[in-house]
Nanobody
Framework: QVQLVESGGGLVQAGGSLRLSCAAF????????VGWYRQAPGKQRELIAA???????NYADSVKGRFTISRDNAKNTVYLQMNSLKPEDTAVYYC?????????WGQGTQVTVAS
């Protein structure tokens, strides 16, 4: 089993930055891919960034150029650096991880961007 714990959410002004962290505990050797999803009120959950064990990354068009996903394998932690935040980035952000796809989920952290 794997437990994921997110941190780093909060309230920020538009144009500001936040860094989210996702720490993994347990059978972390099972993890090959880690992703960040977000879900805004009334909207579907959206995959916005993913990184695999070799460090290859993918981003949704909505965050490309503003968000950066990275991982520290020694700390079993994945980060999401979010710059140039917009009010439409307001959502609950979830970390997810798995061997091939996303089998494990964190509890989510709220990000609110004020205009």
């Amino acid at each position: 089993q794997v437990q994921l714990v997110e941190s780093g959410g909060g309230l920020v002004q538009a144009g500001g930055s936040l860094r989210l962290s996702c720490a993994a505990f347990g059978s972390t050797s099972n993890i090959n891919v880690v992703g960040w999803y977000r879900q805004a009120p009334g909207k579907q959950r959206e995959l916005i960034a993913a990184i695999n064990r070799s460090g290859s990354t993918n981003y949704a068009d909505s965050v490309k150029g503003r968000f950066t996903i990275s991982r520290d394998n020694a700390k079993n932690t994945v980060y999401l650096q979010m710059n140039s935040l917009k009010p439409e980035d307001t959502a609950v952000y979830y970390c997810a991880a798995g061997r091939v796809w996303f089998d494990y989920w964190g509890q989510g952290t709220q990000v609110t961007v004020a205009s």
